[in-house]
């Protein structure tokens, strides 16, 4: 991806491993139990010539913006050949952790490349014999390489493998013609081993001669499943002016949106190009459970303090919510009586708050908060940011929708509730976030 041949640029030091070249065997067992990645997601990603290492990819995890990391793990063509991160525990411990990776090869480029770099290199063959056999065994033989490498680093089957295809001259026809069929194979060899097929490559160029063969020539080519638009028009969608609107939709595309530059998050810097992902599906919280048989619910966009004497929904919440944590065992009934005051008492106190019957903000943003607190941010669709969303608008006032999908003002409710503490607004709900909102803290 442009530029590939540019080093990563870490601030901090790269961790001392013993050098390991892609492609060639590697101690430890790759993991039957990895994810098939990317999944369905919808959000933000970086690319970069080398794999980062795991203090890296630690600090980008908890202070980034990004879910999803393209790695180059294939092809003789790489700027960054050399991975001395890329190993079957660095791609476990990855997605162990949330992270969605965008597996890249980067082999043979088309015979009239307009990169000079590659004009030294084994390129695409363009002779039309036989509809372009010798390009066609190519793409199969990159395929068949690339699907050895990524099984003996745990990156499993149904995962999406990407070939990238710098910028060239798609005018001339035997180059034009020979770059389809060598992607046509690409992607036909990848759907015999199991795997997804994805292309990167430049707007004006790669994805527009696919997209000209999906339309115009029906048929006469199997596309990849997924397209990777290099399109550095800085717009945070998935759209293009060089591909039509209906071409991989929905969920089949990557936008790399911002071409290389560095940042900083955790302290640790990196040159990146920024994409943003719509793919698989998408990030899908899934229908939320009913509470206490559906006499309850949890969602409101304020949370105003309760007390013995009041009645209503917020009464039947904070009853239903004592009664999920044993703390309360009367009816769920929208009267906050004598017992549910006790029953707040006694959840006020294990919280470290003072005692007291009455449902304060405090209390609300502990009750509401309480539970499994892993990282999550933009993208991230689970029950986790369901409660996040909840105890934000009971701290903050946020007024947030409650949907379980981390969006934009969900972003912004978290920046302003790391501001009030004294934090680095990064956006990012981790343990900076979570321990204060599960002590109750406004």
């Known amino acids: 991806m442009a530029p590939t041949n540019r080093p990563a640029r870490l601030v901090t030091a790269l961790s001392s491993l013993a050098l390991l070249v892609a492609g060639l065997t590697v101690s430890a067992p790759a993991s039957a139990d990895n994810v098939a990645t990317p999944g369905g997601f919808t959000g933000y990603g970086f690319d970069q010539c080398l794999a980062p290492s795991q203090s890296a990819m630690d600090a980008w995890l908890h202070h980034s913006p990004f879910w999803a990391a393209g790695?180059?793990?294939?092809?003789?063509?790489?700027?960054?050949?050399?991975?001395?991160?890329?190993?079957?525990?660095?791609?476990?411990?990855?997605?162990?952790?949330?992270?969605?990776?965008?597996?890249?090869?980067?082999?043979?480029?088309?015979?009239?490349?307009?990169?000079?770099?590659?004009?030294?290199?084994?390129?695409?063959?363009?002779?039309?014999?036989?509809?372009?056999?010798?390009?066609?065994?190519?793409?199969?033989?990159?395929?068949?390489?690339?699907?050895?490498?990524?099984?003996?680093?745990?990156?499993?089957?149904?995962?999406?493998?990407?070939?990238?295809?710098?910028?060239?001259?798609?005018?001339?026809?035997?180059?034009?013609?020979?770059?389809?069929?060598?992607?046509?194979?690409?992607?036909?060899?990848?759907?015999?081993?199991?795997?997804?097929?994805?292309?990167?490559?430049?707007?004006?160029?790669?994805?527009?001669?696919?997209?000209?063969?999906?339309?115009?020539?029906?048929?006469?080519?199997?596309?990849?499943?997924?397209?990777?638009?290099?399109?550095?028009?800085?717009?945070?969608?998935?759209?293009?002016?060089?591909?039509?609107?209906?071409?991989?939709?929905p969920h089949k595309r990557v936008h790399q949106y911002v071409g290389g530059h560095n940042e900083t998050h955790g302290g640790v810097t990196i040159n990146i190009d920024r994409n943003w992902l719509n793919i698989g599906g998408g990030s899908v919280a899934g229908r939320e459970p009913a509470h206490c048989g559906g006499a309850a619910s949890f969602n409101f966009r304020r949370y105003p303090r309760r007390q013995v004497g009041d009645r209503g929904a917020l009464v039947r919440t904070v009853q239903c919510i004592l009664s999920n944590k044993g703390r309360y065992s009367g009816a769920i009934d929208g009267v906050y009586d004598a017992g549910v005051g006790q029953a707040v008492r006694r959840y006020r106190v294990s919280r470290g708050l003072h005692a007291s019957t009455v449902t304060s903000r405090r209390t609300w943003v502990a009750l509401l908060s309480q539970g499994a607190h892993p990282i999550v941010k933009y993208g991230s669709a689970s029950r986790a940011v369901r409660r996040l969303q909840r105890a934000l608008n009971a701290a903050d006032s946020a007024g947030l929708r409650v949907t379980g999908f981390f969006n934009g003002p969900t972003v912004d409710a978290v920046r302003a509730y790391q501001r009030g503490r004294g934090r680095a607004a990064s956006g990012v709900a981790n343990r900076y976030v979570w321990r204060p909102l599960l002590a109750g803290r406004l």
């Open 71 to 249: 790695i180059y793990i294939s092809g003789a063509s790489r700027g960054c050949p050399v991975q001395p991160n890329l190993t079957p525990t660095w791609i476990r411990t990855q997605l162990a952790s949330g992270w969605r990776l965008l597996p890249i090869t980067l082999g043979p480029q088309a015979w009239c490349t307009t990169r000079e770099r590659y004009l030294h290199q084994k390129r695409i063959s363009p002779r039309p014999a036989r509809r372009y056999a010798r390009a066609r065994a190519q793409g199969r033989a990159e395929a068949a390489k690339t699907v050895r490498v990524a099984r003996r680093l745990g990156i499993v089957r149904r995962s999406t493998l990407w070939y990238d295809l710098e910028a060239f001259n798609i005018s001339p026809t035997n180059c034009r013609e020979s770059a389809l069929s060598f992607l046509h194979a690409w992607t036909r060899a990848l759907h015999h081993h199991g795997y997804v097929s994805g292309v990167y490559s430049s707007a004006a160029s790669g994805i527009r001669m696919l997209d000209d063969a999906r339309v115009l020539r029906r048929g006469t080519y199997t596309m990849p499943d997924r397209v990777w638009i290099a399109d550095w028009n800085g717009r945070r969608d998935t759209s293009s002016s060089y591909v039509r609107g209906d071409g991989w939709r």
